[in-house]
């Protein structure tokens, strides 16, 4: 059985020990401790395994105890070491099964013996002109090209995001099949509007005064823009009525 550590969850638990919740108890139990927790929030950590709610015969949410602490874990977890939910998952199924396992240490995660970096460091790799050139295996035409269209942008000190790499080799994969660059504004113009939905969602989290919470901002927008991918994927695929492998 998993220990409950301190925090809001466990008292708002404890308060209904006694009975099963519906969802917006279960929200305000986890507000004390995690204010930008919503509805939605908790149906995706539903919908993604890591809790499992008791449902009525009319289909409603029933929630135990036992499922808000889960859900304080999580939230916790996600929040302070920045574990993707998956990790989360297999930590949490191994505790519950007995096994003494240690915290996973994943990407940015530190340790408190880490001395942290100076936040002018830059966080994304970057590569120069001529690497970008060289290992998206186009040519300086082709670069201006682009830019031009406002597919590929350089970073203020002139160098590039490694992803740019990326969107580089798909443009010109893209055009062996006749889509040329000036195709491709309206999927970056998409994209635009993605980003500024999922910013306009993280942006009360970045002006939060908890100091953590403004933390998680960052984990919350790498969570929204995977799913925000995965949508947009679906949305084409369902369009075009065919399936990608």
């Given at each position: 059985?998993?220990?409950?550590?301190?925090?809001?969850?466990?008292?708002?638990?404890?308060?209904?020990?006694?009975?099963?919740?519906?969802?917006?108890?279960?929200?305000?139990?986890?507000?004390?401790?995690?204010?930008?927790?919503?509805?939605?929030?908790?149906?995706?950590?539903?919908?993604?395994?890591?809790?499992?709610?008791?449902?009525?015969?009319?289909?409603?949410?029933?929630?135990?105890?036992?499922?808000?602490?889960?859900?304080?874990?999580?939230?916790?977890?996600?929040?302070?070491?920045?574990?993707p939910l998956k990790v989360i998952r297999e930590h949490l199924d191994a505790m519950e099964r007995?096994?003494?396992?240690?915290?996973?240490?994943?990407?940015?995660?530190?340790?408190?013996?880490?001395?942290?970096?100076?936040?002018?460091?830059?966080?994304?790799?970057?590569?120069?002109?001529?690497?970008?050139?060289?290992?998206?295996?186009?040519?300086?035409?082709?670069?201006?090209?682009?830019?031009?269209?406002?597919?590929?942008?350089?970073?203020?000190?002139?160098?590039?995001?490694?992803?740019?790499?990326?969107?580089?080799?798909?443009?010109?994969?893209?055009?062996?099949?006749?889509?040329?660059?000036?195709?491709?504004?309206?999927?970056?113009?998409?994209?635009?509007?993605?980003?500024?939905?999922?910013?306009?969602?993280?942006?009360?989290?970045?002006?939060?005064?908890?100091?953590?919470?403004?933390?998680?901002?960052?984990?919350?927008?790498?969570?929204?823009?995977?799913?925000?991918?995965?949508?947009?994927?679906?949305?084409?695929?369902?369009?075009?009525?065919?399936?990608?492998?």
């Amino acid at each position: 059985m998993l220990q409950t550590p301190s925090g809001g969850a466990r008292s708002g638990a404890a308060a209904t020990d006694s009975g099963l919740m519906s969802i917006g108890t279960v929200l305000n139990a986890l507000r004390d401790e995690f204010p930008e927790v919503t509805i939605s929030k908790i149906r995706f950590l539903e919908s993604e395994g890591l809790v499992e709610p008791r449902r009525t015969p009319s289909g409603y949410r029933k929630f135990s105890a036992r499922d808000v602490e889960r859900l304080g874990h999580v939230l916790r977890m996600q929040r302070d070491h920045y574990l993707p939910l998956k990790v989360i998952r297999e930590h949490l199924d191994a505790m519950e099964r007995g096994e003494a396992v240690p915290l996973p240490v994943v990407g940015r995660q530190r340790t408190g013996d880490d001395t942290p970096e100076p936040p002018e460091r830059p966080t994304a790799a970057r590569v120069g002109r001529a690497e970008l050139l060289a290992a998206a295996g186009i040519g300086e035409d082709d670069l201006v090209e682009w830019q031009s269209y406002g597919l590929i942008a350089p970073l203020e000190d002139g160098a590039y995001d490694a992803e740019a790499v990326t969107v580089a080799s798909l443009v010109a994969e893209l055009g062996r099949f006749g889509i040329e660059p000036r195709h491709l504004r309206v999927m970056k113009a998409a994209a635009d509007r993605e980003a500024g939905l999922v910013d306009q969602v993280v942006a009360p989290l970045k002006r939060h005064r908890n100091p953590q919470t403004r933390a998680h901002a960052e984990a919350r927008t790498k969570e929204l823009a995977a799913l925000t991918v995965r949508l947009h994927a679906a949305l084409v695929q369902t369009a075009l009525g065919v399936r990608l492998p």
